[in-house]
């Protein structure tokens, strides 16, 4: 029986029937999807039942789940969209704002120097798969929050990046600015590079091949083809020290234009797929929380540093979203759209354990506080922002 259970397939059919569980629950407690899909990911998982651990196979899976769910949201956006100074402020402060709260609680709580510099850095992340599946279940991509949400968090990535090489350097006690000169060098680079050579020349090109007789005949290349450009520049981001999902948010920006007439539809194929591996990423995000690691002890620090997580994006995003132009409403939203930790968070803290920085403790309160406030933004979005009429017109910032 344990040899069944330890199959692929058994893996995979549970982890979507989970899903579904999560659709279900979602609909008797009127919630977003993601919240129930991940509250179902913990009965299942080793806080409750332990039938899923998230083992290599199951993270490859929610990795996966990860790129895609990107690529099909950049498929929504321009390049130009993210591109906009009063982006780059709300990153820069949502950055700065969260690393402090997050040291400064870290020392309160008596913790060493180390450990606090690598609490700080796990709180300056944001996991845009969480806001962006919402926003996109809940129909409001197009709206001006939620370009500045997208713009900021790919800002944001970068930022968290030098961040996490700052601290790393800090504590081994060899800071170089030229490193993160290099560091902020490269990632430009490849952001410029991969968007224009994606949009002026691999999209051009698959227009001309939709034109040929192959195409006619093999209608399916074409999306094949775009899938693997997809992740290929999840790949390259990687490479360069970014997320994947980056990368693959740069190729669907890159097909956004993309007509097809012999062809399959690209983003329609993308879809289906992420209804798929989405889902499995979501239930993936409550196995790898075990709440049963939750001590007497960690409970008063998990709190205070969740709501300092929570706290510190939300005004560090906020307050410069207001300062540019948004009404008090949308820069809330895009505080809030800002706050989910989620896996970027799970990254930093899994590094800081395999470098001996934090300890196990430290580990499992970052990656609870990451699962929480990935929770939170679906729940107030469903709830405050989007339970009644929507705040018009949302000015561009």
């Known amino acids: 029986m344990e040899g069944i259970i330890a199959t692929p ?29 991940i509250l179902v990911g913990l009965l299942i998982g080793p806080s409750v039942l332990g039938l899923v651990s998230y083992n290599e196979f199951v993270r490859g899976l929610a990795h996966l789940g ?67 599946n919402v926003l996109q279940e809940l129909n409001k991509l197009q709206t001006g929050p939620a370009r500045a949400i997208i713009g ?32 902020l060098l490269k990632v430009a680079i490849f952001l410029v590079a991969a968007g224009a050579f994606g949009i002026f ?21 074409i999306f094949i083809f775009a899938m693997m450009f997809a992740f290929l520049y999840a790949m390259i981001a990687e490479l360069v020290g970014l997320s994947a999902i980056v990368g693959a948010f740069i190729a669907g920006i890159s097909f956004e234009r993309l007509s097809l007439r ?55 995003c906020a307050v410069p979203a207001r300062i540019a132009g948004m009404c008090t409403k949308d820069s809330l939203i895009i505080g809030f759209g800002m706050a989910p930790r989620g896996e970027v968070a799970m990254i930093v803290a899994l590094i800081g354990l395999e470098q001996g920085y934090i300890g196990q403790e430290v580990f499992v309160i970052i990656i609870l506080m990451s699962l929480i406030t990935t929770l939170i933004t679906p729940i107030v979005y469903r709830n405050w922002f989007y339970k009644e009429e929507y705040c018009e017109p949302a000015p561009e910032i």
């Open 262 to 316: 012999k062809s399959l539809d690209v983003k329609e194929g993308a879809e289906y797929l992420k209804i798929i591996f989405a889902a499995i990423f979501f239930v993936s995000l409550g196995v790898v929380a075990d709440i049963k690691a939750i001590t007497p002890e960690i409970v008063p620090f998990l709190v205070v540093l969740t709501v300092v997580a929570i706290a510190t994006k939300v005004v560090g």
């Open 66 to 132: 990860a790129v895609v769910l990107l690529f099909v949201i950049g498929f929504e956006f321009k390049l130009k969209d993210i591109l906009k100074p009063s982006y780059a402020l709300i990153a820069l402060v949502g950055v700065i704002v969260p690393w402090i709260g997050g040291f400064a609680t870290a020392m309160w709580a008596g913790m060493d120097f180390p450990s606090g510099l690598f609490i700080g850095t796990a709180l300056t992340a944001t996991s845009i798969a969480i806001t962006a």
């Open 9 to 37: 397939e058994f893996q995979v059919s549970l982890l979507l029937f989970a899903a579904l569980g999560g659709y279900l629950l979602a609909s008797r407690i009127n919630q977003s999807a993601v919240v129930g899909i």
């Open 201 to 221: 020349i691999v999209s051009r090109f698959l227009v001309r091949l939709d034109q040929t007789s192959f195409v006619a005949k093999y209608p399916e290349f």
């Open 152 to 183: 900021a968090a790919v800002i944001d990535d970068v930022l968290s990046l030098v961040a996490l090489a700052i601290t790393g350097d800090v504590v081994a006690g060899a800071f170089s600015p030229e490193v993160i000169f290099f560091i």
